[in-house]
């Protein structure tokens, strides 16, 4: 079985400032792992993802994240927080499914909020 | 020029009414989704179709009924809905869908009120 925790449930920070979003994993296999982000009634949007390559992965929009197996964690981060990364942050575990099929799990997600 | 897309993008309905959300996806992928995200922001996969096959089904309700005329379609039909259904459902699809690496792309989500 697999699951993942999103430690906080709400980040604020200051424009400009770095952001940290924090999140666990468990999984039986060699896992994949996703961010994912939503804005405001808006569909999800990849951010990035580790397939068991490079251990740290960058993504859009200055985005990167660390796979680090010993501690099970994947947190992403950016140096500088904008404006328009507001929005909410998933982080997402992939398994192969009862069936074969490719069965994302998704963590509860995090807001992130941006202070000018 | 939309990659994966939904119709209608909000429905509102009344109790014990039958209605279907419709997606379609322009990527040739192989595999499509059906997801589900409640008022706390959770999202957790409903269906699963590879090439027309199902190939996840999560313990939902058999009012539930997705359909795949063909791999670029998955439309999902709901039966005597209920106050529960009342929530956002996302569409997505991947290239083939059984590799644990195959990025998901998502549509803008329908918001689905039942009232």
């Known amino acids: 079985a697999q699951s993942v925790t999103q430690l906080d449930s709400h980040v604020s920070v200051s424009e400009g400032t770095p952001v940290l979003l924090r999140c666990n994993y468990s999984?039986?296999?060699?896992?994949?792992l996703f961010w994912y982000v939503q804005h405001p009634n808006k569909g999800l949007q990849l951010l990035l993802k580790y397939t068991s390559a490079a251990t740290l992965v960058k993504g859009i929009n200055g985005f990167e994240a660390e796979f680090k197996k010993s501690e099970t964690s994947f947190h992403l981060t950016k140096p500088s927080a904008h404006m328009s990364d507001a929005a909410e942050y998933f982080c997402?575990?992939?398994?192969?499914?009862?069936?074969?099929?490719?069965?994302?799990?998704f963590g509860g997600g995090t807001r992130l909020m941006v202070k000018p | 020029d939309t990659a994966v897309s939904q119709t209608p993008k909000y429905l509102v309905t009344q109790m014990g009414n039958d209605k279907s959300i419709k997606c379609e996806q322009n990527l040739g992928h192989d595999t499509m989704y059906w997801y589900k995200q409640d008022s706390k922001k959770f999202l957790k996969i409903m269906f699963s179709?590879?090439?027309?096959?199902?190939?996840i089904n999560e313990t939902v309700p058999n009012r539930f009924s997705p359909k795949s005329p063909d791999k670029a379609h998955l439309n999902l039909h709901i039966n005597s809905l209920e106050l529960g259904d009342s929530a956002v459902y996302f569409c997505?699809?991947?290239?083939?869908?059984?590799?644990?690496?195959?990025?998901?792309?998502f549509g803008p989500g329908t918001r689905l009120t039942v009232l």
């Open positions: 179709y590879n090439n027309k096959e199902l190939i």
């Open positions: 997505a699809s991947s290239q083939d869908g059984l590799a644990g690496s195959d990025t998901q792309y």
């Open positions: 997402v575990v992939s398994d192969r499914g009862r069936n074969a099929g490719n069965m994302l799990t």
């Open positions: 999984s039986s296999y060699s896992p994949s």
